[in-house]
T-cell receptor
Framework: NAGVTQTPKFQVLKTGQSMTLQCAQD?????MSWYRQDPGMGLRLIHY???????DQGEVPNGYNVSRSTTEDFPLRLLSAAPSQTSVYFC?????????????FGPGTRLTVT | DAKTTQPNSMESNEEEPVHLPCNHS???????IHWYRQLPSQGPEYVIH???SNVNNRMASLAIAEDRKSSTLILHRATLRDAAVYYC??????????????FGTGTRLTIIP
């Protein structure tokens, strides 16, 4: 299994540009999520999904859109990039259920907005 | 939501045991205690979790106080590869769909050769 994969690894955008960060997992996990990590801080939840066709907002959703058309893929769209969105973005996936299970994280996408 | 408190940083010598503390004085009966770690320039990885009893796995041990208001992650023999930020996170037993992780700033563990 490849686990959780993210592309691209690095990206530089100009203010106002849009782009999509890709996330895929091959473990048939229902739950997928996106986090951002700013320097010296912990991860903050942007959006999450509990299955295909179901998404919801996390702690910091403004400026980002998501959709979940398949179990495997959960892309994150930046609508109009701003310097405040400069961060490292991590995608994660896991099984769902009553007892919390291990979450698997991707290697991250480092985004710089100038 | 119940919060956790961890020291900002700790140092340990290579090949010695490391005890990483976490306080969670407002923990509820439905909160699991999870530990993740983040190696430099990588995504977080799961280490261990427990509810009431002490837990062991191939990576570490988790000691949970009897009143559950604190816990300790134990690395039995630290290696340079264990240098990372360690996060103590509470997660609720819940119905379908509540898998969110709330990260604090964690403890930065430095291993001295």
């Amino acid at each position: 299994n490849a686990g959780v994969t993210q592309t691209p690894k690095f990206q530089v955008l100009k203010t106002g540009q849009s782009m999509t960060l890709q996330c895929a997992q091959d473990m048939n996990h229902e739950y997928m999520s996106w986090y951002r990590q700013d320097p010296g801080m912990g991860l903050r939840l942007i959006h999450y999904s509990v299955g295909a066709g179901i998404t919801d907002q996390g702690e910091v959703p403004n400026g980002y859109n998501v959709s979940r058309s398949t179990t495997e893929d959960f892309p994150l769209r930046l609508l109009s990039a701003a310097p405040s969105q400069t961060s490292v973005y991590f995608c994660a996936s896991s099984w769902t259920g009553v007892n919390p299970t291990e979450q698997y994280f991707g290697p991250g996408t480092r985004l710089t907005v100038t | 939501d119940a919060k956790t408190t961890q020291p900002n940083s700790m140092e340990s010598n290579e090949e010695e045991p490391v005890h990483l503390p976490c306080n969670h004085s407002t923990i509820s009966g439905t909160d699991y205690i999870h530990w993740y770690r983040q190696l430099p320039s990588q995504g977080p990885e799961y280490v261990i979790h427990g509810l009431t009893s002490n837990v062991n796995n191939r990576m570490a041990s988790l000691a949970i106080a009897e009143d559950r208001k604190s816990s300790t992650l134990i690395l039995h023999r630290a290696t340079l590869r264990d240098a990372a930020v360690y996060y103590c996170i509470l997660r609720k037993i819940s119905n379908f769909g509540n898998e969110k992780l709330t990260f604090g700033t964690g403890t930065r563990l430095t291993i001295i050769p």
